[in-house]
């Protein structure tokens, strides 16, 4: 018997392009890429946002977004809290997360992740981020991130090019 037999739905695995506005965030490789591609858009000064479509590998076994991949982008939305604090300083790793799953995402949906910064000191970032899909909230979350001083980092090559290329990426949309 197939793995097929007992997962007979499929969601598109393909990736439909994000909605316009958006840019496809550059990966860190790892398991970014195996999750990804998880895209940003900005609608303001001081604003970010990160989103993904739920596709096949993000499917727990009823066929709705796994709460792992949930957590998952919840994570990976320390993007925006990097663009938004600057990129003088690592902001890694993260140290807390507390998560509320609100609704279920559907395959083909649409995430989007809001991302406000609440509070940096020296050393630590305190966020919020807040997803729906539409209108629709989905999960809302907490995360505490470190603040790394760049030389303390084994490898800061990612750090030294995300910045500008996401600038690159958002003047090529006019944002």
């Given at each position: 018997m197939t793995l097929d037999a007992f997962h007979p739905f499929k969601a598109p695995e393909s990736n439909p392009p994000a909605p316009e506005g958006w840019i496809e965030l550059p990966s860190p490789g790892g398991f970014c890429d195996t999750f990804g591609p998880v895209h940003a858009t900005r609608d303001g000064p001081g604003q970010?946002?990160?989103?993904?479509?739920?596709?096949?590998?993000h499917l727990n076994p009823s066929h709705y977004c796994h709460g792992a991949a949930l957590a998952a982008f919840t994570d990976m939305q320390a993007y925006g809290v990097q663009h938004l604090v600057g990129y003088e300083a690592a902001v890694v790793p993260t140290i807390s997360m507390n998560i509320d799953f609100l609704s279920i995402v559907h395959p083909g949906d649409w995430v989007r992740g809001d991302i406000e910064v609440t509070r940096k000191t020296r050393n630590l970032v305190f966020a919020q981020m807040r997803c729906s899909v539409g209108d629709r909230p989905v999960m809302n979350a907490r995360a505490l991130f470190k603040v790394m001083?760049?030389?303390a980092l084994a490898d800061t090559t990612y750090f030294d090019r995300i910045g500008p290329e996401i600038e690159r990426r958002f003047a090529r949309i006019g944002r």
């Open positions: 970010f946002a990160v989103g993904f479509r739920c596709t096949e590998r001083a760049m030389h």
